[in-house]
């Protein structure tokens, strides 16, 4: 065997783990590193790569407010001038364009190119003439970034609304319904106000039943989408049922059931109290049955209009119509905020579970600031995963660091090694 070949051989190979070994020691020791890593200077003229590079176009909401107080800007019907603020989110300054418009439903937005000069630089403007509107804005910051053009339509109504009836005769002898009707050519007819005998105003889908004996005076008016009221109108009827009937009402036949009769359930009428109302109120009901409350110093009535294929219609600020486990909220006092929600629970083929409760008053405008910093909340964490260490440069800040003393171990055991095997190799 050839001994001075293999300690040759055993002091090359030892020199070069060592060499490479204290190349990586070096930094750790906080030493310039014997090596420089090799950069590419080839000229590549036109070619500019700046850091952190601004290309997000700006994000622009809008804001809408009627005499200062905030409103809901989508599916707007208002009677009043409507104060629109355009609201940017860009990290940078920029500038905000908008164009008030009649609105044209056939009309493509791409079609607006061709109208961009005629926007004007700004951020609020308003709307006070009736009709529907479409307002087109976007915004551009100062690294040129434009956002799409986007478009959102407002209706103005301020005219009141004909009220109009179908006027019953002077006396009946049978129940009977008397149903309401009126002219509203913009807004359309939402609800109708009624009251009977100079009592107190209830609201009404499009009727009222008579189902008790008695003569009324029956006092109506309308009330449309954007919330002009209507002209009052008035009539007067009377109820003059037949002694059968009253019999029937009152439980006749009672020896037994007979085929074809039925026994009336009279409408019921619950009244809740503020805090019951708050707290929560569960309830099953009928067709006609009402909820009667007070919230706020104002009276409102929820009522059960129609059960119908295991669905609910029911009035409150107009007609709503419900699927089973369904819930809606309302901003009853139409200041642009969510203060009460209705759940209408299991349906059967003549009752309904309603569940009804105050909520404390919340803005629609906070769900969307809500999602807007989610959204950027995702971007940022996006952004930080991107300039994340990936793994093998992790392994290497952690083997350059935290393994300094072990590597200067091996390195110095590599290096007796490496002595003696010179020595060894010297030998004749």
Known sequence: MNFKKMFKTMAIISIVVLTLLMVT????????????EKVDVTLKPN??????????APNTRLECRVNGQLVKCNDFWGNKDLEITLKVFDESSTKSYYLV????????????LELMPKFFEGTKTQINTEGMKELLFYSVDEKGN????????????KTAPITKFRKPAATNTAKFTVEFDGLDTLSGIKTFVYSLDGGKSLVSADRISIETEGTYTVQVYAVDNAGNEGNVVEFTTTLDLPSNEDDDDDGGNSGGSSSGSSTYI?????NLTEAQVKAGYNVVLRERDQLKFRLEGKDY?????????????????GVSEFAQ????????DNDGMIDFKVTIGSV??????????????IAPQVEEEVEEAEDEVEEQFATEQAQEPSFMNKITGMVAGASAPVKVGVGVFVLLISLIAVLLFSRK
């Open 25 to 36: 020691i070096t930094p750790a020791l906080g030493m310039t590193p014997m090596y420089r």
């Open 47 to 56: 070619v500019i790569t700046p850091y952190n590079v601004d290309t997000t």
């Open 101 to 112: 418009r009649d609105y044209v439903e056939s009309k493509n937005l791409g079609d607006d």
């Open 146 to 157: 434009k956002e799409a053009v986007k478009s959102q339509v407002f209706k103005i109504d």
């Open 266 to 270: 009279a409408p019921q009428i619950i």
């Open 301 to 317: 009535v929820f009522k059960i209009e129609d059960i119908f294929n295991y669905k609910v219609k029911a009035s409150l600020q």
């Open 325 to 332: 486990r369904e819930s809606k909220t309302f901003d009853l």
């Open 348 to 361: 059967t083929s003549t009752t309904a579970l309603v569940s009804v409760i105050a909520k404390e008053e």
